[in-house]
């Protein structure tokens, strides 16, 4: 069965940091679309992250850009998003998202509102004083 599986979410102080990690079954994120997207109490769901598999390129939004690392691991089937420097906004539940396109480019204009076939669990993390 094809699915994602994150971890690593968990409650951190202010200026913490955390390592989330979406791992893959059945496939690997080689000619796929993948991308981070989290939500907040109260608020849609935003895109934060997204990863070109093909050449490692990266976009993110404004509110984690600079403090916010997206990246896979060689064999591909694992996607991780370091994230430091945690404030309290970021506080939310944080998903995964896949879907294949050999095409795909992670770009701000399309990775954030296209449809994805395969979203984790969800991964919640909270960030307090």
């Known amino acids: 069965e094809e699915q994602l599986v994150e971890s690593g979410g968990g409650l951190v102080q202010i200026g913490g940091s955390l390592r989330l990690s979406c791992a893959a079954s059945g496939f690997t994120f080689r000619d796929y679309a993948v991308a981070w997207f989290r939500q907040a109490p109260g608020k849609e769901r935003e895109g934060i992250s997204c990863?070109?598999?093909?050449?490692?390129?990266?976009d993110y939004t404004d509110p984690v850009k600079g403090r916010f690392t997206m990246s896979t691991d060689s064999s591909m089937d694992t996607v991780y998003l370091q994230m430091d420097n945690l404030r309290p906004e970021d506080t939310a539940v944080y998903y995964c998202a896949a879907t294949f396109d050999p095409w795909t480019h992670c770009s701000s204009t399309e990775s954030y509102t296209r449809q994805y076939d395969y979203w984790g669990q969800g991964t919640q993390v909270t960030v307090s004083s």
């Open positions: 990863i070109n598999s093909k050449n490692g390129n990266t």
